[in-house]
């Protein structure tokens, strides 16, 4: 396996760690099997010790507001484990910063590879990490491989697991992330929707209602804290765009970026949109890599490095349009109320679609480049945010664990 961890991305000092009491045996669904479902009483921990996985980029978002809550309820005891699928500076420590996340309790350090040799890397640390501080409940985010090797883990280990952004399915199984969801959802004891599709999906595939509990969604939980202090970071003046003057493009997908020539044709697009506005692309390393091998060149777009939270958001907002593959851009758009064209065949969050600003446009460069000429032309819609989507999803899925786990912890 290819082991890459940038030692330079330490986290600031002045962040808290966690603490959280080990005490082996009471955590495993294994040693009191009457614990196995939400709702049932058990064994009596007095405070309920989770331990948070994260590993990539949007698994930090997710995680920084439950961490938050948990650190306000003295019921709740977090763990943080960073298996280190990100690893460079501006992939994950910025995001630690910036965000005001406890620094992780241990990096597994597991850094890039394959899916097998980066899922079975986590999987082993994982493995080492639960068996030894026997959490209560494993709390794991979203859909990258880091996700899946800690749902995997923790279920063997007979520890619950929650799921948060439960149900999302793209339908699409050629996305790692499909198989990613679909394994952790159903090995999860507790699945937090953020939209109704999630629930209607996880209810056709058989899990059982009273595990599944619509919340909302928590990376608007973190929007909304940090909108202010985003709008203090002079991110605008330093790429030279003015409000509502430029385009922000994003792309990492394998399906958009692992194809030189449909790379090429993308970014050709792009430059050809730049005639019309300035464009800014913030390059993932994923993308990096691809170009640099494609010999792409930037073609008059403003390139940069992967921003940071705040300025990334501060130039979501601002932006007359944004193009992207990403998942939760779809949904950040939708609360700041920018156009978003999503250059994907299928979107695993609808209600974006539905209720937001968002419009899939495909794959085909000449029908995204007119998508977005038409959006230049066309009114914004402004629709009422979705259901829940109103900074308090955090709350609510530490209210469900308290409340589910009744009475079995001191409050
Ligand atoms: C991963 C997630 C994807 C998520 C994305 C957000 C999976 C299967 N995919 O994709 O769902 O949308 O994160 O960014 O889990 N690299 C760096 N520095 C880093 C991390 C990665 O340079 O800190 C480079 C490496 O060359 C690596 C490549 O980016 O091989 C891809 O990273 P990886 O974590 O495998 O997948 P992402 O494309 O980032």
Request: glycine letters at 8%; proline letters at 6%; hydrophobic letters at 40%.
């Amino acid at each position: 396996m290819q082991r890459r961890v940038d030692q330079s991305a330490t986290i600031s000092a002045a962040q808290l760690s966690t603490h959280c009491p080990d005490i082996p045996g009471t955590a495993s669904r294994g040693a009191d099997e009457s614990s196995r479902q939400p709702g049932t009483r058990g064994a009596t921990p007095r405070v309920l010790r989770c331990t948070a996985i994260v590993g990539a980029r949007p698994n930090f978002v997710k995680m920084a507001p439950i961490l938050e809550e948990a650190r306000l309820r003295p019921n709740f005891c977090c763990r943080l484990v960073h298996t280190g699928q990100h690893y460079s500076p501006e992939m994950s420590a910025s995001f630690f910063d910036e965000l005001e996340m406890p620094t992780p309790d241990v990096n597994l350090e597991i850094g890039s590879g394959s899916h097998a040799a980066q899922t079975a890397g986590a999987m082993l640390g994982l493995e080492t990490e639960l068996s030894e501080h026997r959490p209560d409940l494993v709390l794991v985010a979203g859909d990258v491989n880091s996700t899946m090797a800690a749902a995997l883990v923790a279920s063997k280990l007979g520890i619950r697991v929650a799921h948060v952004e439960a149900g999302l399915r793209s339908f699409d199984r050629r996305m790692p992330e499909e198989t990613n969801r679909l394994v952790t959802d159903v090995l999860s004891d507790y699945l937090f929707a953020s939209e109704p599709s999630g629930v209607t999906n996880l209810i056709a595939e058989g899990i059982p209602q009273e595990k599944i509990f619509l919340v909302g969604n928590v990376m608007i939980d973190t929007l909304m804290r940090f909108r202010d202090r985003a709008a203090h970071t002079g991110v605008l003046d330093r790429l030279g765009v003015r409000s509502k003057g430029y385009a922000v493009a994003t792309l990492h997908r394998p399906s958009n970026v692992d194809a030189m020539e449909h790379l090429s044709s993308m970014v050709e697009m792009l430059a050809e949109l730049s005639r019309h506005l300035p464009v800014v692309f913030p390059v993932h390393p994923r993308t990096r890599e691809r170009m640099q091998d494609a010999g792409i060149a930037d073609c008059g777009l403003i390139l940069t490095e992967p921003l940071g939270y705040l300025e990334f958001l501060r130039l979501t907002s601002e932006a007359r349009l944004v193009l992207t593959d990403s998942g939760g851009i779809q949904e950040e758009t939708t609360i700041l109320q920018v156009p978003c064209l999503t250059m994907r065949e299928n979107t695993e969050r609808p209600i974006t679609v539905e209720q937001g600003t968002n419009r899939l446009v495909g794959m085909d460069p000449k029908n995204i480049l007119q998508a977005a000429l038409d959006t230049l032309d066309a009114p914004t819609r402004f629709l009422p945010p979705p259901a829940l989507w109103d900074g308090k999803a955090s709350g609510r899925i530490l209210d469900v664990l308290e409340r589910s786990l009744g009475g079995r912890y001191r409050r």
